[in-house]
């Protein structure tokens, strides 16, 4: 997906501000696409931002990235002798998709009108995670890796065809791990969960919702924004997430 974004290395001081901060409260050592990509429009990561940190900082979105987590139905997959580095880089997945899925969809459907409702338990965001490896570009990888990805990411049937999640190609640090996947996976199965996610997460938003900041006045941007986080919180995101805990499950059990 070509979508314009200010990476990590590239942001002003204000943006990289907000990258240390959502870093932090995410407990991950990597920003997510569709903040970089927030933050290439003008006013759009300021409007993201105010009303995600309070839900961040107080704990409230660990509580529903643990609730949804737990709710999500999860694929069957054999035990899993992973390679040292696999596991973190799951975690690394598994908590920022399920955050992002729990506050992104909170603030979507609260500009769509949706309510608040009494706020859930907060959890602790747990401590830092490595830093991941380097994210691989599909145009660098070699041809057998490069069509593992696509056809994983086909089985995703994504609105924009050439989306591909970013866990496969950080994946192919280890492509034993994409050949155990690729078997496994089948384009209903993973409609299925995804749609369970969806649902798990909308059922979660209006409790988050009430943990949310005030919106600031919608940006000249946003309604452009506002389709991409559609796609990114009803497809992208939810469609790795029960994958993602899969592959914790079955890396947890071939230790």
Same mark, same amino acid.
């Given at each position: ?110 500009? *769509?009108? &949706? @309510?608040?409702? #009494? !706020? $859930?338990?907060? +959890?602790?965001? /747990?401590?830092?995670?490595?830093? %991941?490896?380097? =994210? ?62 969806? *649902?798990? &997460? @909308?059922?979660? #938003? !209006? $409790?988050?919702? +009430?943990?949310? /900041?005030?919106?600031?006045?919608? %940006?000249?941007? =946003? ?33």
């Amino acid at each position: 997906m070509s979508l314009p974004e200010i990476r990590e290395a590239q942001a002003s001081p204000d943006v990289a501000a907000i990258y240390a901060a959502l870093r932090s409260g995410v407990g991950v050592a990597q920003v997510n696409l569709i903040w970089r990509h927030a933050a290439a429009l003008p006013e759009v990561l300021d409007w993201l931002w105010a009303q995600a940190a309070p839900a961040l900082a107080s704990g409230a979105a660990a509580g529903a990235r643990d609730r949804i987590a737990a709710r999500v139905a999860v694929p069957a997959l054999a035990p899993i002798a992973a390679p040292p580095g696999v596991a973190d880089l799951i975690e690394t997945y598994n908590r920022g998709n399920l955050t992002n899925l729990a506050v992104l969809t909170a603030i979507r459907l609260r500009a *769509a009108g &949706a @309510a608040p409702a #009494a !706020p $859930g338990a907060a +959890a602790p965001v /747990g401590a830092m995670l490595p830093v %991941p490896p380097p =994210l691989p570009k599909l145009a660098d990888l070699p041809p057998e890796a490069a069509t593992l990805v696509r056809g994983l990411a086909a089985k995703h049937r994504l609105s924009d065809a050439s989306v591909v999640p970013s866990l496969y190609l950080h994946l192919t640090h280890w492509p034993e791990m994409l050949a155990l996947l690729d078997p496994v996976l089948s384009p209903d199965g993973v409609a299925a969960g995804r749609d369970g996610a969806v *649902a798990v &997460a @909308a059922a979660e #938003a !209006p $409790g988050l919702i +009430a943990a949310l /900041g005030p919106a600031p006045a919608p %940006p000249a941007a =946003l309604d452009g924004f506002v389709a991409t986080l559609a796609l990114f919180t009803r497809e992208v995101i939810p469609g790795m997430v029960p994958i993602g805990l899969a592959l914790r499950r079955a890396v947890a059990m071939g230790r």
